[in-house]
């Protein structure tokens, strides 16, 4: 299943909303925006209905975008098709370098056969090679 599309650039800062009107502007679910609430989004609950701060939506929406940017680890590339992490295909990935300290790692997405690319330290390679055979530039031992 795929995770909906939730954007806080259509909230205002400076207006209030109520659950189902956040719901709309930034395409969460009400379920989810209360589950944002149960979390600690702050809202003003004295009175009914909940009101919910522009502000504050944008201000956790940050928090949250930020909490779940993950660094890919070593061995596995960002699949842009996949929008997952994935190895390479075959365990092998081919080293172009990009000046004496960096290069690129190019590799195959054993998921969805599209290209896998990033940018890696030279001095990392030796880590990659414990996780895929490196071919290409790299002059490396054996
Ligand atoms: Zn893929």
Redesign the pocket.
């Known amino acids: 299943m795929r995770r909906r599309r939730i954007s806080s650039r259509r909230v205002k800062l400076h207006r209030s909303y109520t659950v189902e009107e956040l719901s709309d502007v930034t395409g969460a679910t009400e379920p989810t925006v209360r589950n944002w609430l149960r979390r600690g989004l702050p809202a003003l609950t004295s009175r009914r209905p909940t009101l919910i701060l522009g502000r504050d939506v944008r201000a956790f929406l940050d928090v949250e975008a930020n909490r779940r940017k993950r660094p890919t680890p070593i061995g596995k590339f960002f699949?842009?098709?996949?929008k997952?992490c994935?190895p390479p295909a075959l365990g092998i990935a081919d080293y172009l370098p990009l000046g004496p300290s960096h290069g690129r790692l190019v590799a195959i997405?054993?998921?969805?056969?599209?290209t896998?690319s990033r940018i890696v330290s030279v001095r990392d390679l030796p880590t990659w090679r414990a996780f895929c055979e490196i071919g290409g530039g790299f002059d490396g031992s054996d």
């Open positions: 699949c842009f098709r996949c997952e994935h997405c054993e998921c969805c056969e599209g896998l």
